[in-house]
């Protein structure tokens, strides 16, 4: 770090001499105009850029580290790498590829392919190998860093400490798992009364069971914390109780009697005298008390005037007094908070923990887990290091900015020689660009960049730069680099900013027509921030009818110029707070476009509409959700509307008995909400959603209403993710919406319909964080003039020194926790937070291809960090011109079904309608089902236990259920011992634990008794448990059969009967099974299309073996059967 002026200087001043950049005008006029050219002639740049891809491509011995700028061909690079290394003679198995998601993955494996095809052309020498390569491609590990720890756990399962059948849980499975994990954990606290003491203090001293679960999720998505704090937990305070007497002594000589009644300073100083004596009668829950009052401790005492108190002297004695007892007794709180922290701390971690070793002990493991075991692996297994890089030979990670400590670590594992501990060469590749490091919220870490860049430059890497941007015109470019080369800087601090190093121009595409680069709005003057917004989205939608209007030119990837579309342009926000604003221009203007980062489809109003509706239908007494959904497409109600209801009367809960009693629009919106909060438990939330969509036609009036599909692309965003939610188990209404709700303040990097509707020709909307790796022709920027909130999370780390430190709770109020050097590292998250917003706009920025058009609005008390002041004060208008505000109203495109003239039909009464759809239902079901053991049963006069409503089919009884599933387990020669543990389980599991002995005993005399048994020991195969589904024409038979013997005359169907009858009540109650015998060979006949050649009923508690007969004669007698049933149920 630069710590003195004078190094500050020289430092300044060798950046200068290196990277000057010499800014001129020329051209003139409008876009004709170039700004700024770099001192380093283009044509060494375009040397450059040449010798260091042949550098990629040939040093294949080497470890290469590239730093390469926006557009510059990263990807592009390390495809190069791959396929040379192929070329050279590495197998293309072992050559690991990493990158970010699995879309670039996907891209990845197939760019691999085309440059594999390009070589084989090129060199006829080195076919067979390259053909190897492409047989083998399918197999080679280019993946995303996850699934290639989930391959190699897979191998090391053992070794690693978890089930080898694990299975890697979705986002949603992971966190509903967590949260009932949690809960049973808090239950069972009261068992621990240390942990429950901890938890009890803490929460006596205002911290929240809200903020404890916060502690808790955060650690278990920063898996590598947990270890580190169960080893080295932060420094906790030691509370220092200071003399309560004296302090109240002190409180109680101050002149309060000479202030006025109502005078500001006296009251605090009574509230804080009223403090002292209530600590000083308190006893054991004296901290309980600190607490309650801590309000007044940081109250602000420089109030009131000398005139109030009778002079200076006296006004000066109160503030110091009372200033003093609050800095002290503000101080004994905070240490005892910091100690109650520190104990809750490890209940946390010692939670989470566990947690982690029993997902992997169930085999259900989450992202996170994959990448910790993996690393943990690695660190305590040597043999486990040696058989990954004699495995692997070498390994390309795409995308390193954005690795986490933990990958980087797997990383430098696999290419560090175990012997020697140093880096062997040309085991790692590794290429990135530090500008463009904006995932800090998943853990990707400038600190860490750094720290690799050096420790791996020392090991001998090579570290190469790609400058020459072949993605966007040069009028861009220099514009980028003469606004952010100042804003980014020269690397004062490595560890929080990078160097800014310039990108040239490779592209030379020559002048379009259109503004290039361009910037609209600036200071608002005295406007609030939501006017700002209002007119800075009608500025951008004007702005984007006029591209097209005024026929600005885009190139084709061929270098064709044409002009631009709606769906050229892309409208790229750091956050959704200017969200609302845009979809109203949108609107207005009947402008088409679609929202598609993930993190912003939460905000759009169809869905905040939707998810309020199903508030509403899961709850009757949420008045404002009930409103909020009456004001929605799916009702319309106007506020006229609304406000005339509840003036008559009305109740807004639906459950009234008294709205059967009204009419109009508003009772009809209820009475539907009453008819789906009836009907909430009778169906998926899936299948909810969608029959409530339908039914109010949601979609349909949207498309009507704006002219584009966001209504249909919304409605079926908001069911996809109701049927991820209930993936793992079925789940409530209510938990849904909290769930919907949790996700829309969380970071997602998923990109609704992005890819999707390429036909639409309408303005794409996304974050800059969901516009990573993708480009435009055209590019507004919008939404700077607000500053970045800084939300650190409970859990702050220097990773430089390793310092941890733990703050959780409000600064209002007086209400926070902190254990550790909260401060400094606060202080050092906030500069990390602002150093990655100046590389966010440098990501923006660098999206365009062909024009580039930045919006300045702020209003005038706009914070100093804000995206527009930053770009302003680093020369973005010095360097672009100004597109004058547009006051005309835009054309646009002619709104969607504006010419459609309206061809009414007449609908059918409710009642009639609903008994034609039926009849329609019943016509239209062609295909039945049916199983041998229902049409087997109809000659049987037996009841069922309507208490056992799932004992349908196979052991209908929880006797036969534990027999059938005993036999089914064991092994034909199975020993006595084993026996009796199966059956003891299966008894259990079916409730019967009293009747273990009779499962017991009939299971030992099938299995060593029975001559079924014996001859399937004898076959040549022998099947048990065998479904077979056959159709009949519109019926399907289905069914299972509980072991099959292929026999040299046919098959043998056997079937075990746990029925308790004795010996000679078995013929007549063998009758009764005939249809269903006869239908198992109707069914594995024509299932199979081979002979059945006997059928075998085994009587297990009549100790009797049987046949019902000849299998010919049986199936021709269930199919009789089958026909009279289906004409029955005809």
């Not at 998601?101 to 070589?119: C, H, N, Q």
């Not at 964080?769 to 702050?796: D, M, Q, S």
């Not at 199983?931 to 309507?946: F, I, M, P, V, Y």
Request: hydrophobic letters at 40%; a negative charge; glycine letters at 6%.
């Amino acid at each position: 770090m630069i710590t003195t002026e004078s190094a500050r200087a020289a430092v300044t001043w060798r950046w200068r001499q290196k990277r000057t950049i010499r800014l001129s005008c020329r051209g003139g006029e409008s876009n004709k105009r170039r700004w700024g050219r770099h001192s380093l002639a283009q044509a060494d740049q375009e040397a450059e850029d040449r010798a260091t891809r042949e550098r990629i491509r040939t040093c294949l011995r080497d470890t290469l580290f590239v730093e390469a700028g926006a557009g510059t061909g990263k990807t592009s690079a390390l495809v190069d790498r791959v396929v040379a290394l192929v070329l050279g003679g590495r197998a293309i198995e072992r050559v690991v590829a990493i990158t970010f998601t699995e879309k670039a993955a996907a891209e990845l494996r197939d760019r691999v392919r085309a440059g594999l095809e390009t070589a084989r052309e090129q060199q006829s020498t080195s076919e067979t190998t390259i053909a190897e390569a492409l047989a083998s491609l399918d197999r080679a590990p280019i993946s995303t860093i996850h699934s290639f720890c989930q391959s190699l756990l897979y191998s090391y399962a053992a070794e690693a400490g978890i089930d080898p059948s694990f299975r890697v849980q979705d986002e949603v499975m992971a966190g509903r798992r967590f949260q009932e994990r949690w809960r049973i954990y808090l239950e069972n606290l009261a068992e621990d009364q240390e942990a429950g003491s901890a938890i009890d203090r803490a929460l006596g001293l205002g911290l929240s069971t809200w903020h404890i679960e916060t502690l808790a999720v955060e650690l278990s998505r920063r898996p590598d914390l947990g270890t580190l704090l169960q080893t080295s937990s932060p420094q906790e305070g030691v509370p220092v109780w200071p003399d309560l007497e004296e302090m109240s002594a002190a409180l109680e000589s101050l002149p309060v009697q000479v202030a006025p009644a109502d005078d500001p300073l006296l009251e605090r100083v009574k509230r804080l005298a009223s403090l002292v004596n209530e600590l000083l009668r308190s006893d054991a829950d004296r901290e309980s008390t600190l607490a309650a009052g801590a309000e007044v401790l940081t109250t602000p005492w420089g109030v009131s005037n000398q005139q109030a108190w009778g002079g200076k002297q006296t006004i000066e004695r109160v503030r110091s007094v009372a200033s003093d007892i609050a800095c002290r007794l503000n101080e004994t709180l905070h240490a005892c908070r910091s100690q109650a922290l520190a104990a809750v701390l490890h209940v946390v971690v010692r939670f989470v923990i566990a947690d982690a070793g029993q997902r992997a002990r169930d085999g259900a493991l989450t992202f996170d887990d994959l990448i910790l075991l993996v690393r943990d692996l690695l660190r305590s297994n040597p043999d486990a290091v040696g058989s990954l890089r004699e495995r692997y030979e070498v390994m390309l990670i795409d995308e390193f900015q954005d690795t986490d400590p933990l990958q980087v670590e797997i990383a430098l594992a696999f290419a560090t020689d175990p012997e020697s501990g140093a880096l062997e060469p040309g085991r790692l590749f590794l290429v990135g660009d530090p500008k463009q490091s904006i995932y800090r919220f998943r853990r990707a870490d400038m600190a860490i960049y750094s720290q690799t860049r050096g420790a791996v430059g020392a090991g001998g890497a090579i570290i190469p730069v790609l400058a020459l941007n072949r993605r966007s015109r040069g009028i861009l470019l220099d514009w980028v680099n003469a606004v952010f080369a100042p804003l980014i800087g020269p690397g004062w601090e490595q560890d929080i900013q990078p160097e800014y190093r310039p990108i040239y121009d490779g592209r030379h595409a020559g002048d379009f027509a259109g503004p290039g680069v361009a910037w609209v709005g600036g200071d608002a003057g005295e406007a609030n921030a939501r006017q700002v917004r209002e007119t800075e989205a009608a500025q951008v939608v004007a702005n984007c009818i006029a591209a097209v209007e005024e026929g600005w030119q885009v190139a084709e990837r061929d270098g064709t110029v044409r002009p631009a579309s709606f769906s050229d342009i892309a409208v790229l926000i750091p956050t959704r707070a200017i969200l609302p604003a845009l979809e109203r221009a949108f609107s207005d203007a009947a402008l088409p476009y679609r929202v598609e980062s993930g993190s912003l489809i939460y905000r759009t109003q169809e869905v905040r509409d939707l998810l309020n509706c199903l508030t509403a239908i899961d709850d009757p007494a949420d008045e404002v959700a009930i409103v909020a959904s009456l004001r929605s497409v799916a009702f319309a109600c106007s506020d006229v509307e609304l406000a005339e209801y509840k003036a008559a009367g009305g109740p807004w809960n639906y459950l009234s008995p008294v709205l059967s009693e009204r009419q109009g629009r508003v009772a009809d919106g209820l009475r539907t909400l009453a008819a789906y909060h009836e009907a909430r438990h009778d169906c998926s939330v899936a299948a909810l959603v969608d029959r409530f969509v339908a039914k109010t036609q949601q979609v349909e009036i949207g498309i009507l209403d704006a002219g584009n599909r966001n209504s249909f692309r919304r409605a079926r965003f908001v069911v996809e993710q109701a049927r991820a939610f209930e993936a793992s188990e079925p789940a409530s209404l209510r938990a849904f919406v909290n769930w919907m709700e949790s996700r829309a303040g969380e970071a997602i990097l998923d990109n609704e319909g992005a890819g999707l509707d390429d036909d639409e020709d309408a303005v794409r909307v996304l974050t800059i964080h969901g516009a990573k790796g993708l480009e435009f022709p055209i590019v507004f920027v919008a939404g700077l003039g607000t500053a970045p909130v800084n939300r650190p999370g409970a859990y702050l780390i220097d990773r430089s020194t390793g310092e941890i430190g733990v703050c959780i709770g409000s600064k209002y109020g007086n209400r926070s926790f902190k254990l550790g050097p909260v401060d400094r590292l606060g202080d050092l998250e906030k500069r990390h937070a602002q150093a990655e917003y100046e590389r966010l706009l440098y990501v923006a920025t660098t999206r365009a291809r062909d024009h580039l058009i930045v919006s300045l609005y702020h209003a005038k008390r706009a914070q100093n960090t804000c995206g527009a002041r930053k770009l302003i004060e680093h020369g973005a208008t010095d360097h672009a011109e100004k597109r004058s505000q547009l006051t005309r109203e835009a054309k646009s495109a002619k709104r969607a079904f504006e010419d459609l003239e309206p061809d009414p039909t007449e609908e059918p009464a409710d009642r009639e309608f609903e008994e034609s759809r039926r009849e329609l239902v019943a016509g239209a079901t062609v295909r039945r089902y049916t199983s041998a053991t229902a049409l087997g049963g109809q000659n049987k006069d037996e009841k069922r236990d309507e208490s056992e409503p799932w004992a349908r089919g196979r052991g209908g009884t929880r006797l036969g259920r534990a027999v059938h599933a005993a036999i089914q387990s064991l092994a034909f020669d199975a020993e006595d011992a084993v026996i009796s543990a199966f059956a003891r389980a299966q008894a259990v599991a079916e409730a019967i634990p009293h009747r273990a002995a009779d499962v017991e005993r009939l299971v030992r005399w099938v299995l060593h008794s029975s001559q079924a048994v014996e001859r399937a020991r004898s076959a040549k195969r022998a099947l048990r448990e065998v479904p077979f589904a056959v159709q009949v024409d519109d019926t399907v038979l289905e069914g299972f059969i509980d072991l099959v013997i292929e026999r040299d005359d046919g098959i043998e169907i056997v079937d075990w009967k746990t029925d308790q009858i004795a010996p000679e009540a078995v013929p007549e109650r063998l009758r009764e099974y005939e249809t269903q015998a006869g239908l198992y060979v109707y069914g594995l006949e024509a299932a199979t299309g081979r002979r059945v050649s006997a059928v075998t009923y085994v009587f297990a508690s009549a100790q009797v073996e049987t046949s019902p007969g000849d299998a010919r004669d049986l199936s021709s007698t269930a199919q009789t059967q089958l026909l009279n049933a289906r004409s029955t149920a005809a």
